[in-house]
């Protein structure tokens, strides 16, 4: 075997960043970056830099904390991981949408411990967790994720994604994932398995897709997206409740006669939660019940 600058180069970076200890931390040089040729597209495995080589405007954008708040948008231990690049909305986009893979600190040490029975995961539900090929699932409801050409990831019984964990990035903070020979790539079927998942259950998932409408609109020089739709939404993916119709049904004279005040109610309509609406539906069906009417 021949021993280069670069062999040797790359063998110091890789025990620099520490392969072996349960998270993926090396990329390749910067200048070798998407911004140096590659066009990344959707499915694609790539490398989410450390927090601490991002430059100054993406540390602030993403890792700085903001008011009333311990992290920034993006926190700072879903960085140094592979992600896949879920959406990408042309080849011009200046930000994709990404979900982190990770180990979860499982390795044989702890019998490839899946994260939804360790203690320190253990409020997250096992539904939210997608396995990679061999990894152990929580059930059978979904089936395993799988790369393209029967490849497998680098830790092919540790590498699990957490369908909470979607994320919108530039393209400065992506880098290449070094641990395979080539670009690794979800087969068709998973990605779009996976992107199916996490618009049901995701609850940033709405989110995300407006940041990437908006980068995208002001890359464009259109401007960002509309706030009529934005009003209505909340962060648990739950349209916000429209007004609600109560109407009673119509009764005869001799039902209106033995009511009290001798009046049948109106029609209203006002704001009122479902859970609101059922009250007031079943406490006027009561008291119409209990003097006689209906």
Not at 12 to 28: P, T
Not at 125 to 143: H, I, L, V
């Amino acid at each position: 075997m021949t021993v280069t600058v670069q062999t040797v180069g790359r063998r110091i970076r890789e025990r620099a960043y520490g392969w072996g200890q349960g998270k993926y931390q090396y990329q390749r040089p910067f200048e070798k970056s998407p911004a140096g040729g590659h066009n990344w597209l959707e499915g694609e495995i790539a490398f989410l830099k450390p927090y601490d080589q991002f430059n100054q405007e993406d540390l602030e954008t993403l890792i700085q904390p903001c008011e009333g708040k311990k992290y920034g948008y993006l926190p700072p231990k879903a960085t140094g991981h592979p992600v896949i690049i879920l959406r990408r909305l042309s080849e011009t986009s200046t930000h994709v949408l990404v979900v982190p893979v990770s180990a979860y600190r499982s390795d044989a040490s702890n019998n490839f411990l899946p994260p939804w029975k360790q203690r320190f995961h253990e409020c997250k539900r096992p539904e939210d967790f997608r396995a990679f090929g061999t990894c152990e699932r929580p059930n059978n409801q979904y089936p395993p994720l799988f790369l393209e050409n029967n490849l497998q990831m680098p830790k092919p019984r540790a590498s699990w994604v957490w369908v909470q964990s979607g994320w919108v990035v530039p393209l400065t903070v992506i880098g290449y994932f070094d641990k395979s020979n080539e670009i690794l790539r979800m087969r068709a079927n998973s990605l779009a398995d996976l992107r199916a998942h996490m618009r049901a259950k995701c609850k940033r998932w709405k989110e995300c897709e407006w940041k990437l409408e908006d980068h995208e609109r002001v890359a464009t020089g259109v401007g960002p997206t509309p706030p009529t739709e934005k009003a209505n939404w909340r962060p648990n993916g739950q349209p916000q409740p429209k007004p609600t119709t109560t109407t009673t049904k119509s009764i005869s004279w001799t039902q209106r006669a033995a009511s009290p005040g001798g009046a049948a109610p109106t029609a209203t309509s006002t704001w009122q939660t479902p859970a609101a609406s059922c009250r007031q539906a079943h406490l006027t069906e009561a008291s119409w019940r209990q003097s006689g009417g209906w």
